[in-house]
């Protein structure tokens, strides 16, 4: 044993640790083939076991309904003897499970509902698209989830690269039992044959005491939040290449994602990221702004029809937009540079505040800012629309802006004199067509280091330099009450420093009297200690004189003097 102990366990667990669990199947029969031997140790454990069977299982048959029933009819069986409840049955249709916002809304609530921490779900790596659109729906609702929820993908009709696995010996006659439940399907196949091979086999790199394991690659909510891409890394380049697809486009705007590329090594995360977007119609259009040398990138990216265009030469960043906004097919379209990415729902979210909101043409969400190793820098664009702070300076980068393309029919282009804001000329120009339609909510990634693209890290003068030539191009445009507002707004600024410097100033006074004071206080405490300490001298001194013998001897004398005083 050696390197391959990083590509395969060489031990296996006796249980994943779990309270609650939620297996997840797409059809009745993979949550006892995948995962059957783990539920069966879960339940004998007092775990709190939930199993979910998303589609009818009726593909193909001639009366639906009744196979449909006979599947559940078989899946309940298994359970019982697997020791756990009877199965939830969504009876969504067999073949028609879709990546996108429905189905992992659907589950993060079946999730929540039983506060499951952990879940089951088929791996990337299945041939049926039901498998692979669940996998990829369990990923990101697990996602979401956050820290405490760990997903478990296993394996059925592919086998995957597993990180665990699971010693099942002790129950492998009760699953191989449980697999025999599902005679409809046996008929067809000798599916349980197939697993009990694929569950021995798993036991290659284990003590020959072991006599059947189940394989998972287990990841926690944190490492999928970290590292969501690198699930997708193989799997997501097999899929570009064959065209398969995990959903099928619904009768729904397209939206055109313009990439322009220099063919970068960060390409393939903008393109990945662009492949595991939830909205499911969108067309990737590639610009080679590089020119001759540009790798080719394929026709897809992930379930994404994808064309390159641009071949005869190097283009500069805004020849290169234009281009895109050229060649867009989409009734939307948004700008990602080839170094920055999107997180999954960013486009959907921008589409559906659109579309909840009818009169806007132009939709923005925010955007966080990691260094060349992806760590985050603590800096996010994240500000409410605002035209004359638009004005005085961009703060919306290039990629969080979904736009209409009437709007380039309108006249909207990129300035190719501009080599450095050409964006923000560009939302100057959207922004006389409209507001623009803010969205709270975190959906993009901006790297910022040695390597990425203008925006953040480039050299003052040439930024002050090209302000001068933006603002003088719109200052030729802009009326009086424009420039006014400007003006004021600047005013207003400077109002909010001066204020800002004035109360510094009377909080430094402020604390230099409070200061003065307590040095004050302590000196009245300190004369007060030594006045304290005379008193009791003076009051010692009293004691020893009245308990004195020559004060009593003279007691008749003082009393004498005073009658005699009194008497005069």
């Given amino acids: 044993m050696g390197a391959e ?59 639906g309904g009744l196979q449909a029933a006979v599947r559940e009819a078989e899946s309940q069986a298994a359970a019982a003897v697997l020791g756990y409840p009877p199965p939830e049955f969504w009876r969504l249709p067999d073949r028609g499970l879709e990546y996108g916002e429905a189905l992992i809304g659907r589950l993060l609530d079946a999730a929540r509902a039983h506060a499951a921490d952990l879940v089951y779900a088929p791996s990337l790596y299945e041939v049926h698209p039901d498998h692979r659109a669940l996998a990829m729906a369990a990923i990101e609702a697990v996602r979401r989830l956050g820290p405490g929820v760990r997903l478990a993908m296993y394996e059925v009709g592919g ?101 322009r590329s220099m063919d970068r090594p ?134 969080a802006v979904l736009f209409s393309r009437s709007l380039v029919g309108e006249g909207c282009r990129f300035d190719e004199t501009l080599d450095l804001y050409e964006d923000w000329d560009f939302w100057l120009q959207l922004s006389e067509r409209g507001d623009f339609l803010f969205v709270n909510e975190a959906s993009a990634v901006y790297r910022i280091g040695q390597g990425a693209g203008f925006g953040v890290n480039f050299d003052l003068e040439q930024a002050k330099a090209a302000t001068r030539r933006v603002l003088a191009k719109w200052r030729e445009r802009w009326d009086e009450a424009t420039l006014y507002e400007l003006t004021e707004r600047a005013r207003q600024l400077d109002d909010v420093s001066m204020s800002e410097e004035r109360l510094k100033a009377e909080l430094a006074e402020a604390c230099a009297a409070n200061q003065a004071l307590q040095a004050e206080t302590e000196g009245l405490r300190a004369e007060n200690q030594g006045l304290r300490a005379q008193t009791e001298g003076l009051r010692a001194e009293m004691r020893k004189i009245v308990l004195s013998r020559s004060w009593r001897v003279t007691r008749p004398l003082r009393w004498l003097g005073a009658r005699l005083r009194g008497i005069r």
Avoid at 17 to 23: D, E, G, H, K, M
Avoid at 328 to 339: K, P, S
Avoid at 386 to 399: E, K, M, Q, T, Y
Wanted: net charge negative.
């Fill in 5 to 63: 102990q990083k590509l395969l366990p060489y031990a296996a667990a006796p249980l994943i640790p779990a309270a609650r669990v939620l297996a997840l199947a797409p059809h009745a029969d993979d949550e006892v083939f995948g995962c059957g031997g783990a539920l069966a140790l879960h339940a004998a454990a007092g775990a709190a076991v939930k199993v979910i069977v998303l589609s009818d299982g009726a593909f193909g048959a001639a009366e």
């Fill in 159 to 259: 086998p995957l690269r597993p990180n665990l696995l699971l010693d099942i010996s002790a129950v492998f006659e009760r699953k191989r039992e449980a697999m025999r439940c599902f005679v409809s399907q046996l008929a067809r196949q000798r599916y349980d044959e197939h697993v009990a091979a694929l569950n021995r086999y798993r036991t290659y790199t284990l003590p020959p005491e072991t006599v059947a394991a189940e394989a998972f690659e287990l990841h926690g909510a944190e490492d999928i939040e970290r590292g969501l891409l690198t699930l997708y890394a193989s799997e997501g380049e097999r899929q570009r290449q064959c065209g398969v697809t995990a959903s099928a486009a619904r009768d729904i705007p397209l939206v055109s994602v313009i990439i």
């Fill in 266 to 399: 960060t390409l393939q995360e903008a393109l990945d990221s662009v492949a595991l977007q939830t909205y499911p119609n969108i067309e990737v259009v590639l610009v080679n702004a590089k020119g001759a040398g540009h790798a080719e990138p394929g026709a897809w990216c992930g379930r994404f029809p994808m064309r390159m265009v641009g071949q005869d030469g190097p283009l500069r960043r805004s020849g290169a937009a234009n281009l895109g906004l050229d060649s867009a097919r989409g009734e939307y379209l948004v700008l990602l540079d080839d170094d920055d990415w999107f997180m999954p729902r960013h486009v959907a979210g921008l589409v559906e505040a659109l579309g909840r909101n009818p009169g806007h043409k132009i939709a923005y969400g925010c955007v966080t800012c990691v260094d060349e190793d992806r760590r985050a820098l603590g800096k996010t664009f994240c500000r409410a629309f605002d035209r004359v702070r638009l004005r005085a300076g961009n703060f919306i980068p290039v990629h």
